[in-house]
């Protein structure tokens, strides 16, 4: 232990006969100390008689002894005198042993080999003490090794321990945020009160960051001036709490450079700005009253389409406090949506107050008309009677409201000035209705005891700013004794125009509240859908753990984000059906269906809900196929929201779908055991934004879009929705539909189909002759029976005119990709090179998938357009950061080579340098000219195989479309491509030859040209 060496101890006597003990330390390298000791048992009669007996072998008569350290004699054996006595060291640790051999004395001609077989004897023992110590050195550093090798465990574990600990934490803090996200997007998509929307930004954030106050200024004068639109206080803070709640945050308005400088900073950078209170001065503020500044702060800018809308603090008073970056990034993350929602329900509010206006001075005008002494009808574009006074109907009749207009000529007995029965369409409303204007005709009024009374009737048209006819008024005076009421007659005329132009004016102010609803509807629905799909995105990427594996409670909270967020967009779409079917842009897709697959996919769907609530769904499709036309994905949607309204409203008992054919019409009914709706409510339930008020119904929540939504498309597809129920006995709603008998497929055996869009029938039928029995081509001049064809036709290739008309190719696209069965179809666009159709320049052929499609979908879709799946090489072209990194992400995990380009230009650079297998490409976001940057690099005859897949919007607005066809245009300008005949592109894209048949297909031009 002293000296850390290998020690010997002297001989000892064990039961077993004498030994030797040879103790080795074992010594840690680092300090030095002696952290085990190996003992090892030496028999040393053992060992000499190994050293003697290399001499004893070589001689006849020997004799040997040996002695341990300190001469101690071990053996008993003694030599005759005389004898030559050799004396040999032999070393043991850190001690000596002697060997004494005695032989007899040789003859001089056997000496030298003696000593040969002495120095082998010697040689031997050596190699043999050798051979043991070595043994012993490699046991005694094998188990050093092993020492060493637990405590480098111990030290992982520890370690392992530390890092278990810290993603623990991270874990609660991700899912308090997570927890608060899910509150504030529930409230935020459901309130469309701006304070609520507030409260709930501010308290949220507040929570995760621990803050003691928090503000929110809002711009006004075109980004200018800040104003003070709420504060909250959180904790008590001594001497600045009560400070800051005795001032009025709404006094506060000011230029925004005279704000505090965190206020400041964040406005000017459009950045978060985050103080943790480094600094040791805290300046007053004296715009806000002298309170002293925060120790430290956080300050967001509410954005909305890139620009700045106001501000949003939290601040803390008390100490300095580190934020950390995933913190900051969520209150950046929520101020978004918050910001969206606010401004919606400002202008909600905003057009709250615009309709409450237009309503009270549509009740003032009413009242007005009651008052007049002068008899005013009202008809709409039908000549429906829409509102009369009493003066009105004491002039031709107490049953004026129920008498059609075409009858009021015989019911009333009216005449013309000249005493000859009127014909109906001599009347002045009629004729205000065909667009007339009639000023001061006379007319008599024959009542059934035979009086008579002069009437001066003038009639006019009304109409909207765009010349559209809205109905009709009629203004009626009695003249009897005209000379006596002349000046009357006068006043009631120009009081009769000043409140024609009133009532005009407003019909003009709720037209334009209409058109401003559907425009702020469509804009803001696009604008809170990108931020909800980058939350699906990464609450995929998390599920597909692409970061790291989640727990079981974590994936159920990420599961639970992933429903709300689809919840949201649901909501949004809904929102957006109803502005495109008010703008009239919604396109229907309708194809000849089986009623019995639609009803019982809707119903497979819904089952799970009504088997959480224990209700019974039952479905009878009948016996008989019902086959109607109609857009499958529409129809589909009003039986998912028919049976979910019914399972929503149903507390118990059963839901019943049945089929009907009745004549020509095709029924869907749903029936369920619910409470019932009240007979005055029937046909309100399907007004937009309506629902039933108080009881069991009212809980349910929703928006009130879904019938008004159902109904809409329904009549679109030539149908229509009514509703029969009994309160306490259920309801019944009735989706009638026209019948359709089913085509046979005409398919041609072996061929393969391809569906074209192209501007006129002509080019059509000249593109199937000249592909006659290689290619079954099917045509269409309509973005939706293209769409229609693609469903029935099932084909290999759609290909598609990029010039046609009214945005026709985008329109195609997006109407493919709403088909469960078309959405798959590879693309081939190209545009028309010449009037005819002949020819056309190449624009490619295109993988098309929507950015509203499930993540792993994506990915799927992506990974089909290429060869090879391992280690395949994807190039993303988008200038969206979240969707870049979501699909790298994901494309990575997939065992994907990704390289991210924000626009065109930056992919024909890197393209340059290195060939990708598939490039992805969101050519909206892809700089000033996606297409136009795919048809460059098509150019080059090595990359016209690299497939290309476009990522488009679910819902592209008319902006999108118009985008997408200027670019095309601008190629097929500029003629960046190859230009081909138009049936020899199609072969190419199809994969079919055509050589056999040149000589035919110039036949058929020819015959086409005579």
């Known amino acids: 232990m002293a000296t850390r060496r290998t020690t010997a101890s002297g001989v000892i006597d064990f039961p077993v006969g004498r030994r030797i003990v040879v103790f080795n330390p074992v010594v840690r390298g680092d300090t030095g100390a002696v952290r085990n000791v190996i003992a090892a048992e030496l028999d040393p009669t053992s060992v000499a008689r190994v050293a003697a007996s290399v001499v004893a072998d070589s001689l006849e008569d020997v004799f040997w002894s040996l002695s341990g350290p300190n001469d101690i004699r071990l053996t008993s054996n003694t030599a005759p005198g005389g004898w030559p006595v050799v004396s040999k060291p032999v070393r043991v640790a850190d001690s000596f042993w002697r060997v004494d051999i005695a032989y007899r004395?040789?003859?001089?001609?056997?000496?030298?080999?003696?000593?040969?077989?002495?120095?082998?004897?010697?040689?031997?023992?050596?190699?043999?003490?050798?051979?043991?110590?070595?043994?012993?050195?490699?046991?005694?550093?094998?188990?050093?090794?092993?020492?060493?090798?637990?405590?480098?465990?111990?030290?992982?574990?520890?370690?392992?321990?530390?890092?278990?600990?810290?993603?623990?934490?991270?874990?609660?803090?991700?899912?308090?945020?997570?927890?608060?996200?899910?509150?504030?997007?529930?409230?935020?998509?459901?309130?469309?009160?701006?304070?609520?929307?507030i409260e709930f930004l501010l308290g949220g954030v507040a929570e995760i960051l621990s803050a003691d106050v928090a503000s929110l200024y809002t711009f006004e004068d075109e980004g200018e001036v800040l104003v003070g639109r709420r504060r909250m206080v959180f904790r008590d803070v001594p001497g600045i709490t009560d400070k800051l709640l005795s001032e009025d945050?709404?006094?506060?308005?000011?230029?925004?450079?005279?704000?505090?400088?965190?206020?400041?900073?964040?406005?000017?950078?459009?950045?978060?700005?985050?103080?943790?209170?480094?600094?040791?001065?805290?300046?007053?503020?004296?715009?806000?009253?002298?309170?002293?500044?925060?120790?430290?702060?956080?300050?967001?800018?509410?954005?909305?389409?890139?620009?700045?809308?106001?501000?949003?603090?939290?601040e803390i008073y008390s100490e300095p406090r580190d934020f950390p970056p995933a913190l900051v990034a969520f209150a950046q993350a929520l101020a978004a949506p918050a910001a969206a929602a606010l401004r919606t329900a400002e202008l909600f509010a905003s057009l709250e107050e615009e309709r409450e206006r237009a309503q009270r001075e549509a009740l003032r005008f009413a009242a007005l008309i009651d008052q007049m002494a002068d008899g005013v009808v009202v008809v709409d574009a039908a000549g429906r009677?829409?509102?009369?006074?009493?003066?009105?109907?004491?002039?031709?009749?107490?049953?004026?409201?129920?008498?059609?207009?075409?009858?009021?000529?015989?019911?009333?007995?009216?005449?013309?000035?000249?005493?000859?029965?009127?014909?109906?369409?001599?009347?002045?409303?009629?004729?205000?209705?065909?667009?007339?204007?009639?000023?001061?005709?006379?007319?008599?009024?024959?009542?059934?005891?035979?009086?008579?009374?002069?009437?001066?009737?003038?009639?006019?048209?009304?109409?909207?700013?765009?010349?559209?006819?809205?109905?009709?008024?009629?203004?009626?005076?009695?003249?009897?004794?005209?000379?006596?009421?002349?000046?009357?007659?006068?006043?009631?005329?120009?009081?009769?125009?000043?409140?024609?132009?009133?009532?005009?004016?407003?019909?003009?102010?709720?037209?334009?509240?209409?058109?401003?609803?559907?425009?702020?509807?469509?804009?803001?629905?696009?604008?809170?859908?990108?931020?909800?799909?980058?939350?699906?995105?990464?609450?995929?990427?998390?599920?597909?753990?692409?970061?790291?594996?989640?727990?079981?409670?974590?994936?159920?909270?990420?599961?639970?984000?992933?429903?709300?967020?689809?919840?949201?967009?649901?909501?949004?779409?809904?929102?957006?059906?109803?502005?495109?079917?008010?703008?009239?842009?919604?396109?229907?897709?309708?194809?000849?269906?089986?009623?019995?697959?639609?009803?019982?996919?809707?119903?497979?769907?819904?089952?799970?809900?009504?088997?959480?609530?224990?209700?019974?769904?039952?479905?009878?499709?009948?016996?008989?196929?019902?086959?109607?036309?109609?857009?499958?994905?529409?129809?589909?949607?009003?039986?998912?929201?028919?049976?979910?309204?019914?399972?929503?409203?149903?507390?118990?008992?059963?839901?019943?779908?049945?089929?009907?054919?009745?004549?020509?019409?095709?029924?869907?009914?749903?029936?369920?055991?619910?409470?019932?709706?009240?007979?005055?409510?029937?046909?309100?339930?399907?007004?937009?934004?309506?629902?039933?008020?108080?009881?069991?119904?009212?809980?349910?929540?929703?928006?009130?879009?879904?019938?008004?939504?159902?109904?809409?498309?329904?009549?679109?597809?030539?149908?229509?929705?009514?509703?029969e129920s009994e309160l306490g006995e259920g309801s019944e709603f009735i989706v009638r539909l026209p019948a359709a008998q089913p085509r046979p497929s005409h398919a041609m055996d072996g061929a393969p189909r391809a569906v074209v869009l192209l501007h006129d029938d002509f080019a059509i039928r000249r593109l199937q002759q000249d592909l006659s029995g290689r290619l079954r081509v099917a045509g269409a001049t309509e973005p939706t029976a293209l769409a229609a064809l693609a469903r029935r036709e099932h084909p290999a290739l759609v290909a598609i005119d990029a010039l046609a008309p009214d945005h026709g190719a985008w329109r195609a696209i997006a109407a493919l990709q709403t088909e469960e069965h078309t959405h798959d179809v590879p693309v081939q666009l190209f545009a028309r090179d010449d009037e005819a159709g002949e020819t056309a320049l190449d624009l490619g052929r295109y993988c098309v998938v929507t950015k509203a499609a499930s993540l792993d979908r994506v990915v799927e879709r992506i990974l089909e357009c290429v060869d090879r799946t391992d280690g395949a090489s994807v190039m993303i072209v988008d200038d969206d950061a979240d969707a870049r990194r979501i699909l790298s992400d994901a494309l990575t995990a997939a065992g994907c080579r990704v390289k991210s380009v924000r626009s065109g230009v930056e992919m024909l650079e890197e393209q340059a340098h290195e060939r990708p297998d598939v490039i992805v490409m969101d050519p909206l976001n892809a700089g000033s000219d996606g297409i136009g940057s795919i048809a460059r690099m098509r150019m080059d005859p090595d990359n016209m195989r690299i497939p290309v897949v476009l990522m488009l919007p679910f819902e592209m607005t008319p902006a999108d479309m118009e985008r997408l066809s200027a670019a095309a245009e601008n190629v097929a300008r500029v003629r960046r491509g190859r230009v081909h005949a138009t049936a020899e592109l199609l072969r190419k894209a199809a994969g079919v030859g055509l050589e056999s048949r040149s000589g035919e297909l110039d036949q058929n031009r020819r015959e086409s040209s005579g």
Do not use: C
């Open 385 to 723: 009677l829409d509102r009369s006074n009493a003066a009105a109907a004491e002039l031709l009749g107490e049953d004026l409201t129920e008498v059609p207009v075409e009858e009021w000529p015989t019911r009333f007995g009216l005449m013309s000035a000249d005493g000859r029965p009127m014909v109906a369409s001599e009347l002045p409303l009629t004729r205000a209705l065909r667009g007339e204007r009639v000023r001061r005709a006379t007319f008599i009024v024959r009542s059934p005891w035979g009086t008579e009374r002069h009437l001066s009737i003038s009639a006019g048209p009304i109409v909207t700013p765009d010349g559209q006819p809205a109905g009709a008024a009629m203004v009626m005076r009695d003249i009897s004794d005209e000379h006596q009421y002349a000046e009357m007659l006068r006043h009631t005329n120009r009081e009769l125009r000043r409140q024609a132009e009133m009532l005009e004016e407003v019909n003009q102010q709720l037209r334009q509240a209409t058109k401003a609803k559907d425009q702020f509807l469509a804009v803001m629905s696009h604008e809170l859908r990108t931020p909800i799909n980058a939350i699906m995105g990464y609450s995929d990427l998390l599920d597909l753990g692409v970061k790291g594996e989640l727990n079981e409670e974590q994936r159920a909270m990420l599961s639970r984000v992933r429903e709300t967020s689809k919840h949201l967009l649901g909501l949004i779409n809904e929102v957006l059906d109803l502005a495109k079917i008010g703008a009239g842009r919604m396109d229907l897709v309708l194809v000849e269906t089986d009623l019995g697959e639609i009803v019982s996919r809707a119903s497979e769907q819904v089952a799970p809900l009504a088997a959480a609530k224990g209700l019974a769904l039952e479905v009878d499709t009948g016996s008989q196929p019902i086959t109607v036309k109609a857009d499958e994905t529409r129809l589909t949607q009003i039986v998912i929201n028919l049976l979910s309204n019914a399972v929503k409203f149903t507390p118990s008992g059963s839901v019943h779908l049945s089929l009907r054919l009745e004549g020509d019409t095709a029924e869907i009914r749903v029936k369920d055991s619910g409470p019932g709706i009240p007979d005055e409510e029937r046909e309100r339930i399907f007004e937009e934004f309506y629902q039933v008020e108080g009881g069991f119904s009212r809980s349910t929540g929703g928006t009130g879009l879904g019938l008004a939504i159902a109904r809409r498309f329904a009549r679109l597809m030539g149908g229509d929705i009514r509703v």
């Open 249 to 314: 945050i709404r006094q506060v308005r000011a230029p925004v450079n005279m704000m505090p400088p965190h206020i400041v900073e964040a406005a000017a950078t459009g950045e978060p700005y985050v103080n943790e209170g480094r600094s040791r001065e805290r300046p007053l503020l004296g715009v806000t009253g002298g309170a002293e500044a925060p120790v430290a702060s956080v300050t967001v800018p509410l954005m909305i389409a890139g620009r700045a809308v106001g501000v949003a603090s939290w």
């Open 105 to 197: 004395p040789p003859e001089m001609r056997l000496v030298r080999a003696e000593r040969i077989a002495v120095w082998v004897a010697g040689t031997a023992l050596a190699l043999a003490i050798a051979a043991i110590l070595f043994f012993l050195r490699r046991t005694i550093n094998l188990q050093r090794e092993e020492l060493l090798r637990r405590q480098a465990a111990e030290d992982a574990a520890r370690t392992a321990a530390g890092e278990a600990r810290q993603r623990a934490r991270e874990a609660r803090d991700l899912a308090a945020q997570l927890e608060a996200a899910q509150r504030a997007a529930q409230q935020l998509s459901t309130s469309l009160d701006p304070e609520t929307v």
